[in-house]
């Protein structure tokens, strides 16, 4: 089993910065994906910034330039760094990993809970 915990959300003024960390721990034999998405009230989940094993990060088109993901493989963590926050970033962000438990297993979504970003003054 593969568990994924955010942390770093918050509250934070427009202009601002924030940093969300994730964690990832269980049973893994490699990692395909790892990035966070975001779910704006009313809105469906999207997308925000991603790691593939074969390529470089992606980001959605709204945060290219404030947003910036990075990881440690060694220790199973990926954070993603937000800069010059904006109300319209206001959303849950999760944290999505695409596993393989083991090396003839068919890879597996893992998500974490969300952690809340608010960006208000």
């Known amino acids: 089993q593969v568990q994924v915990v955010e942390s770093g959300g918050g509250l934070v003024q427009p202009g601002g910065s924030l940093m969300l960390s994730c964690s990832v721990s269980?049973?893994?034999?490699?990692?395909?994906?790892m990035g966070w998405h975001r779910q704006i009230p009313g809105k469906q989940r999207e997308p925000v910034a991603i790691f593939t094993r074969d390529g470089p990060s992606k980001y959605a088109d709204s945060v290219k330039g404030r947003f910036t993901v990075s990881k440690d493989n060694a220790e199973n963590l990926v954070y993603l760094r937000m800069r010059d926050l904006k109300p319209e970033d206001t959303a849950v962000y999760y944290c999505?990993?695409?596993?393989?438990?083991?090396?003839?297993?068919?890879?597996?979504?893992?998500w974490g809970l969300g952690t809340l970003v608010t960006v208000s003054s």
């Open positions: 269980g049973t893994i034999f490699s990692i395909h994906t």
């Open positions: 999505n990993v695409r596993v393989q438990e083991t090396l003839f297993s068919t890879p597996l979504d893992a």
